[in-house]
Structure formats: C-alpha cells, structure tokens
C-alpha cells in the first residue's frame, strides 16, 4: 500500500494555525474511510466535481426544511413536490456550475436528463409522507448548526435537519437521508453521525437527546435510536481518539490510502497511490515521525 509524507522541512506551507482545529462528523467519517481521502478533502482542499445524487440531496433537504415555513394544514405532497423545482432554481442561482450536471458532452442543455433528475427529487420528496405527518410536528430547529468544545480542546460541530422537543422536555435528532438504509451490518456509520451530534448536543444542553432518528427517502425506512451517556461517553472517547491520529498524521504529513468499495466514485483518483497517482505536495510544516 502507499503511502504519502510531506518534507521536513518546516519553512514552506501555511502557518501552524491553519492546521485542522475542529472535527464533523463528515471528516470524521472521511478519515475512518480513507485517510488520505481527509487530506485531500480538508488540508490540500482538492476540487471534487458535484454529483448530480448529492445535488438532488441538498434539494430535498431545502423542500424539507422550508415546507415548515406554512401553516400545519398546508404542508402536504402536492406542496412539497412543487416546491422542487423553485428550490432548484435557488440552488443553480448560488452554483451556476451545477448546470453543467444537465448538459450533453458537447455542452448542449439536456433538458429530459433535468426532467427525469427534478422527477426523481419530487418522488423523494413524497416519500416522506408515507415515512412522518408534518402536520402533526413542529421542529424546534431545522438546520441547526451545533458547536461545542471537549475539555481536550477539540471542537466538535456539525448540521442537525431537525431537532423536535417534546412538552415533556424529550429531544428527538431526526435526519434525512435520500438514499437507502444500509443493511444492519453497515449502519455503523450513519449511527456514528447521529452519536456525534448527540454528543456535541448532551455537552452544550446538559441532557442526552431521548432518540436519535434516520429517515431513508430512497427505501422508505425510519431507523430509530434511544442513546443513554454511556454510549455518548464511548463516543466522545472514540472522537478523541480519532482526532489523536488526524494531529499526527497531520503532524507528519502520513496520511495512507485505504480502498474500499467507494474507491470508484473518488474524484480524486489521479493522486492517489492505489491508483497510481502521485498527491500534491504537502502544504504543512511536518516533523519526522517519532
């Protein structure tokens, strides 16, 4: 396997302090997948071609998230499935380069390729439907940005889609996923996502969130989750742990490939060892490792 390491010598790249200081739960997720796919992501911060599957994902979330916006009695399918294409519109016009996604080869507009994607996102959108009534909620957030810093030092933030409080008080982390539940054995990941916000949440409030809930537009299943402090401890312990090997890989410059069967939707393949690539030239300071 390959591996990538940057020059001792300190006297290029930014300063210390633009070193890596806080940690998602996306990064996170990159790191444990591949480190240097967190490299590439977070310190060198290589172009990644949008996709037109996560483009249709920030869609759906927007329609989700502002379908809120009207009264209980008026947040129904017919709605949120016009919604779609406006909130496209609003998305195009702050990344006029997604348009690329909908073009021929030679540049020419495929306007059925855009038909066909605008229709996909309205099924999505629908789905939801079947999965919860939002004219029986009333989130208490929606996209709630989160922040909060460990005794350590490290900074952990990210996006909650919803937070719902119950009267009783009860805390209820709900996320939405467009694509499909993993099979158990694979919902490590996505249960580790919900864990860290729950964590970065018990840390700023003082209560462990009652359930933490995934909500799969793409197969139509909710998965539910009741955390109690010893699982937040585990993964608070697990985050720090973590962020130890991204300090020294940072430190060091190491940050090794891993493949996965994800490897063939990298963008980045081209710098990558496994393939062949070469990385760019690390643009921190290093220290040899110990």
Same mark, same amino acid.
């Given at each position: 396997?390959?591996?990538?390491?940057?020059?001792?010598?300190?006297?290029?790249?930014?300063?210390?302090?633009?070193?890596?200081?806080?940690?998602? /739960?996306?990064? @996170?997720?990159?790191?444990?997948?591949?480190?240097?796919?967190?490299?590439?992501?977070?310190?060198?911060?290589?172009?990644?071609?949008?996709?037109? @599957?996560?483009?249709?994902?920030?869609v759906v979330h927007a329609v989700l998230e502002r379908?809120?916006? @009207?009264?209980?009695?008026?947040?129904?399918?017919? =709605?949120? &499935?016009? %919604?779609? /294409?406006?909130?496209? !519109? &609003?998305?195009?016009?702050?990344?006029?380069?997604?348009?690329?996604?909908?073009?021929?080869?030679?540049?020419?507009?495929?306007?059925?390729?855009?038909?066909?994607?605008?229709?996909?996102?309205?099924?999505?959108?629908? *789905?939801?439907?079947?999965?919860?009534?939002?004219? &029986?909620?009333?989130?208490?957030? =929606?996209?709630?940005?989160? !922040?909060?810093?460990? +005794?350590?030092?490290?900074?952990? &933030?990210?996006?909650?889609?919803?937070?719902?409080? @119950?009267?009783?008080?009860?805390?209820?982390?709900?996320?939405?996923?467009?694509?499909?539940?993993?099979?158990?054995?694979?919902?490590?990941?996505?249960?580790? *996502? %919900?864990?860290?916000?729950?964590?970065?949440?018990?840390?700023?409030?003082?209560?462990?969130?009652?359930?933490?809930?995934?909500?799969?537009?793409?197969?139509?299943?909710?998965?539910?989750?009741?955390?109690?402090?010893?699982?937040?401890?585990?993964? +608070?312990?697990?985050?720090?742990?973590?962020?130890?090997?991204?300090?020294?890989?940072?430190?060091?410059?190491?940050?090794?490939?891993?493949?996965?069967?994800?490897?063939?939707?990298?963008?980045? *393949?081209?710098?990558?060892? +496994?393939?062949?690539?070469?990385?760019?030239?690390?643009?921190?300071?290093?220290?040899?490792?110990?």
């Open positions: 396997m390959g591996t990538t390491t940057g020059k001792a010598e300190p006297a290029a790249g930014p300063p210390k302090s633009d070193r890596p200081a806080s940690l998602s /739960p996306s990064r @996170a997720a990159d790191f444990m997948r591949c480190p240097l796919l967190y490299r590439f992501r977070v310190i060198d911060k290589l172009p990644e071609k949008p996709s037109a @599957a996560a483009t249709r994902g920030t379908l809120f916006d @009207a009264p209980a009695a008026e947040r129904t399918a017919p =709605r949120a &499935r016009a %919604m779609v /294409p406006g909130e496209w !519109e &609003r998305l195009l016009a702050a990344k006029p380069e997604l348009a690329e996604l909908f073009k021929e080869e030679g540049g020419a507009p495929a306007p059925e390729r855009l038909a066909e994607w605008l229709t996909g996102a309205q099924t999505l959108v629908e *789905q939801w439907f079947s999965l919860e009534d939002p004219t &029986r909620l009333e989130p208490a957030e =929606r996209e709630l940005f989160v !922040e909060t810093e460990l +005794e350590s030092g490290l900074t952990l &933030r990210g996006i909650i889609d919803r937070l719902d409080i @119950a009267p009783t008080g009860d805390v209820r982390i709900v996320d939405y996923k467009t694509g499909k539940a993993p099979a158990p054995q694979y919902s490590g990941e996505a249960l580790f *996502q %919900m864990k860290f916000y729950a964590l970065v949440l018990w840390r700023l409030r003082g209560t462990v969130p009652r359930r933490l809930q995934l909500v799969y537009l793409g197969s139509g299943d909710v998965l539910t989750y009741d955390p109690d402090e010893r699982d937040l401890l585990a993964v +608070e312990r697990k985050v720090q742990a973590l962020w130890e090997a991204i300090r020294m890989a940072t430190e060091t410059g190491a940050f090794l490939p891993r493949q996965t069967k994800l490897c063939g939707w990298c963008d980045h *393949q081209a710098h990558c060892p +496994e393939f062949g690539g070469t990385p760019p030239p690390y643009p921190l300071p290093t220290v040899p490792p110990q």
